[in-house]
């Protein structure tokens, strides 16, 4: 603590007794009221789509980015899951699979193409952290 701070608690103390030292919350973090978290949930039902984006998936940057425009307050990410989850938000799956999805050709993909494309296994065995120095076998 600085004797400045101090000395400004004491002058508050003074001049307004224990309503003068009260914390009034951190300075950097912009809330939004009631009304305007109902508003945000009013929207957020009304589905991406109503508000510019091609599919039907919310996404944290896109809740951060309506959060700017409607209510011209600026969230981070972290700070948009914080505010969904404190007012009984959660993330979700969608309960069935989309009507496009072909499960056969799915299943070609996951035996034909997957092994030829992922990245070959690391030998097992003894080795060395050096680049410049494999293990010896």
């Given at each position: ?127 060395s952290s050096s680049r410049t120095k494999p293990g010896s076998r």
């Amino acid at each position: 603590m600085s004797e400045r701070s101090v000395e400004r608690w004491r002058r508050a103390w003074r001049e307004r007794g224990e309503v003068g030292v009260q914390s009034k919350g951190s300075p950097g973090r912009p809330r939004l009221g009631p009304a305007q978290i109902a508003r945000l949930e009013r929207e957020l039902e009304h589905g991406p789509l109503a508000h510019g984006w091609a599919d039907q998936r919310w996404t944290l940057a896109r809740i951060k980015t309506l959060i700017g425009r409607l209510f011209h307050v600026s969230y981070t990410v972290e700070g948009t899951w914080q505010l969904l989850t404190r007012h009984g938000w959660s993330w979700q799956q969608p309960a069935r699979r989309a009507v496009e999805r072909d499960d056969a050709a799915v299943e070609v993909w996951k035996k034909e193409t997957w092994p030829r494309v992922r990245a070959p296994r690391r030998p097992s065995g003894p080795g060395s952290s050096s680049r410049t120095k494999p293990g010896s076998r």
